[in-house]
Structures are given as C-alpha cells and as structure tokens.
C-alpha cells in the first residue's frame, strides 16, 4: 500500500516594503563602473609587423612579354645592373607611392 506524502504548506510572497529594501539594499551595493575611453586603434600593416626583416629577400615571380624582357636584358648589359637590382630602384618609389594612397599615410 502506498502512502501519501505531506506537503509543507507555501511560503508566501514577501512583503512589499521587505522586497523594495532588500532592491535597495542591492542596489546600494553596485558601484558605477568606470568606462575608460576607447585606446585609439593603430592599423599595424603587415610590412610593419616586428618580426620582418629588411635582409630576407622574398622570391616573385614575374612574366613579361619578350621584347620588355630583351630591353631589359640589354640595360643589364650596358650598366652596372643586375635586372633584380634595377627593377627593384624603378618599382620600389611606385609601391611607396601607391601604399601612401592605400594608407592615407603620406
């Protein structure tokens, strides 16, 4: 035969004025946080990362039609460039240029 459980009678709802001073006291207890302002964010480029190198010298490949390639063969020739030294003195005020634009850094 199974038996019935007693159940305890309810807790009532606490009253009005013993609910607003316990909010209040809560609430006396919160402190306003402070909000520092925003750090402004600096865009670090890859180029300016900490751990590039100016004496690594990275490989590209570059395709160009035959008779750019045999003009610059023939510079090679009659100065003191080699065509990587040459194209990188010509190229590298271009791409100076063009990242000042990209940046606003100019």
């Given at each position: 035969m199974v038996t019935k459980k007693k159940s305890s009678p309810l807790r009532g709802v606490p009253a009005a004025k013993d609910k607003d001073?316990?909010?209040d006291a809560f609430a006396a207890g919160?402190?306003?946080p402070t909000i520092a302002p925003p750090a402004p964010i600096q865009t670090v480029?890859?180029?300016e990362e900490p751990y590039v190198r100016e004496d690594v010298m990275k490989q590209v490949l570059l395709k160009m039609p035959e008779p750019?390639?045999?003009k610059l063969k023939h510079i090679t020739n009659?100065?003191?460039y080699?065509?990587?030294s040459?194209?990188?003195e010509k190229i590298t005020p271009e791409i100076?240029?063009?990242i000042a634009r990209m940046t606003g850094r100019g």
């Open positions: 001073a316990a909010l919160a402190v306003q480029y890859p180029w750019l390639y045999l009659y100065t003191p080699n065509m990587t040459f194209i990188i100076e240029k063009e």
